[in-house]
């Protein structure tokens, strides 16, 4: 057994590619769980890779190693194989790959001047260039008055159907813009900011040397890319310390490029809401990662991500996706990009996971691809309208007129236990998303006099200018 261990170091060591990292020699198992909970708490205490679940029938899908499934043999799970071995060949060309969807997005630039901005956003590991389109009216003129809302695809490398959506996205808001009358009026009021593809490197693994490879490509182990954030980085036993886990949450918070060019994007935009595509399970994920925390704002989070799930009718047609938080719905994670989205940057983001275990990562690029994209439509679309739904915006201004900034909103329900800080983003504008009802709006400023104001909040967003005086 030992020489069985040091052949293997030198395999990893010599090829320079850990042989336990890839997926080749796995099986994809589905594990009856009778107690779901619990029996995904165990899982997750293996490292085991959870490729995706069913909610109703309480299965999960398991991508393990010959160790793993006799773990699994000796606890007294029950589970059948779905694939005797993982087929490592790279899956549908139909799928986009970093150079096309460069190319797509080139194309959609070109044929759509005026509403386009192409921006690369910053460097992957390997140096490739990670690309958002940006989606407004005018899209060359400054837009500091209008608010961002952000779509990103693609943390795993394997989820390959999530570049589809986000390429979806941008084609139809391009394709609607004057001709489809709420698209034209987004575009007129918004920023509509999408990463089609972020791990680029992960998704360059995926076509050269494994179809099953979900993180970035840092030192041939790879980073998992979504437990790396740095906001309650490893507090939760949500991730792993191990480099050959799947869900690997690097070396230091915040360690990976990609990690940082999304942390300096978002903080740029600073969007209202955010959706992060993943696959495979059919739900809507908000924050926190971790078990038994609640959003400040959950009354606003969760009655959205509810609304949400609720728009987006599950693949065979029954019923609609499930919404709630990681742990709630699957098991903690920690290191995740939804929690940064709402503690540090102020965003209300969401994880979709598309697709059900009928489908996988991979799922037939002829049969499920234009269905699955067709499907998520009313979900960002609905984001959108919530956009023009209940809640306040408008512009914290100085003595002098001059947008604020660095000013600090205190939003409160009259009468009511809600409480919501708000940074404003550039020239002092801002949004907050709230439920109808009043509310005691205040802010301050660094040298300037405090003020506040009540509003009433209906049905439709509400401007709502803040002026600050000298002490
Ligand atoms: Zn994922």
Request: glycine share 8%.
């Amino acid at each position: 057994m030992r020489s069985f261990i040091v052949l293997l170091l030198a395999f990893t060591v010599l090829s320079g590619r850990p042989v336990e990292a890839h997926s080749t020699g796995n099986r994809l198992v589905r594990v009856q769980l009778s107690d779901y909970r619990e029996g995904m708490k165990r899982i997750q205490s293996q490292s085991i890779d959870v490729a995706g679940v069913n909610l109703d029938t309480r299965e999960a899908d398991l991508l393990v190693n010959p160790t793993q499934s006799e773990w699994l043999s000796r606890n007294g799970f029950r589970f059948r194989e779905i694939l005797e071995k993982v087929d490592s060949s790279a899956p549908d060309t139909r799928y986009q790959n970093p150079t096309k969807i460069e190319s797509a997005l080139k194309q959609f630039a070109a044929a759509y001047p005026s509403i386009t901005k192409l921006v690369s956003i910053g460097k992957s590991l390997q140096g490739r260039d990670i690309w958002a389109i940006q989606i407004t009216e005018n899209a060359s003129k400054a837009t500091a008055s209008k608010p961002h809302v952000f779509f990103n695809s693609m943390h795993h490398a394997r989820e390959v159907m999530t570049s589809e959506v986000g390429l979806d996205i941008i084609d139809q808001l391009l394709q609607g813009y004057g001709k489809d009358a709420q698209i034209t009026q987004w575009l007129r009021n918004y920023v509509i900011d999408v990463v089609p593809m972020f791990n680029v490197d992960g998704n360059n693994l995926v076509w050269t040397s494994d179809s099953m490879w979900r993180k970035n490509a840092r030192g041939g182990y790879g980073v998992d890319i979504n437990r790396n954030y740095p906001f309650a980085w490893n507090s939760c036993r949500g991730s792993s310390g191990s480099r050959w886990a799947q869900d690997f949450r690097g070396d230091s918070a915040g360690s990976e490029p990609e990690t940082q060019v999304m942390m300096n994007f978002v903080s740029n935009i600073r969007p209202v809401f955010s959706i992060s595509y993943h696959s495979y399970s059919e739900i809507v994920i908000y924050p926190y990662g971790c078990a038994g925390q609640r959003t400040e704002t959950h009354e606003v989070v969760e009655k959205i991500g509810k609304e949400l799930a609720s728009k987006l009718m599950k693949d065979d047609g029954r019923g609609t996706y499930r919404a709630g938080t990681a742990p709630e719905l699957l098991y903690s994670v920690d290191g995740g990009d939804i929690d940064w989205h709402y503690a540090v940057a102020g965003v209300i983001p969401y994880v979709i996971e598309v697709n059900s275990t009928s489908q996988g990562f991979q799922p037939s690029y002829a049969q499920w691809r234009d269905k699955t994209v067709a499907g998520q439509r009313a979900g960002w679309k609905y984001l959108l309208s919530r956009m023009d739904g209940a809640s306040l915006y408008g512009q914290v201004r100085g003595p002098s007129g001059m947008g604020v900034q660095n000013a600090s909103l205190e939003v409160r329900s009259v009468g009511g236990t809600f409480k919501q800080k708000v940074r404003p983003a550039a020239e002092g504008f801002y949004t907050v998303i709230l439920n109808p009802g009043q509310y005691e709006i205040s802010v301050e400023a660094p040298g300037l006099k405090r003020s506040s104001k009540v509003v009433t909040v209906g049905e439709s967003r509400l401007r709502t200018d803040l002026s600050l005086t000298n002490l």
